[in-house]
């Protein structure tokens, strides 16, 4: 939507909607950056305390992904308070408050205004040495591509909404979505890294089409080493694709002209590259000598579901192959 907008002229200013980068990040001394995001969103599970979890993480996520460090973060809530119990949104605010708590971070306060649908989430401000900033533009032809957090939140969401989906399942999308992106972030700085974005609302790969694009590079992607949540290519068969949300077919729509599929690839294990995720996993382009060395880390300290799922190729620049290989 901002694309026919001028672009600021400041030297100032870093990062900012050029390349839809997860955050705007502006310089103010030679040694301190701040970066700014904000994100809101409908509930999309039952449990109040939960969902202020998963959407303050999901703010949060925009910060780790540039490599800063959270600092300062404010609600913004809206509620039904004539047809809901307003302790449901002082749950609600309980979640992003331990969220915000976990992090590291100071909650400054806020805003809330009164609306049919609950809303939640948070404007955070972040830091960052102005050097050290990991746009989505950093990956280089040979950088191994590492993904921190399974896929299939989109789907298993969509399938709790008629309750067609196992405990087994909510429970690991819950916590996978309330799980801050911070040790992954600061892994990958300790290790350093040449690009980085989180995997939200535009999925797999719209995100990965982001990062191919603004790297002027392509993206291989192995299909068979992309983490999934649990039960989430079952969902899709079993429903033959009714559990496969509104916004992962728009962006399936919207990105499929970008991204060359090998023949003889599982449909529905294709799809789920589409799926509209809520508090993803980073998406971490790291030099094919270091790659290893930040696979092992991450597992070592807790981010067990993270794989080295493909490379950056010097061409076709701004495409995506997906294969088995």
Known sequence: MLRGFPKPDDPNLLVGFDFADDAGVYKLTDDLAIIQTIDIFTPIVDDAYDYGRIAAANALSDVYAMGGTPLTCLNFAAFPRNTLDIEILADILRGGFDKVQEAGAILLGGHTIEDREPKYGLAVTGI???????????????????????????????????????????KAATESMATLNKVAAETMMEVGVHGCTDITGFGFIGHALEMAKASHVGLRVSLSQVPLLPDVIELLIDSEMTFFPVGSYRNRDAYQGDVDVAPGLQEERVCVLYDAQTSGGLLIAVAPDQADRLLHLLHARGVTAAAIIGEAVAEPAGRIMVSDQ
Not at 141 to 164: M, Q, S
């Open 128 to 170: 960052i040495h102005p050097d050290k900033v990991v746009p989505n533009a950093g990956a280089q032809p040979g950088d191994r591509l590492i993904l921190t957090k399974p896929l299939g939140t989109g789907i298993i969401t969509t399938a709790l909404k008629v309750e067609a989906v196992s405990e087994r399942a909510v």
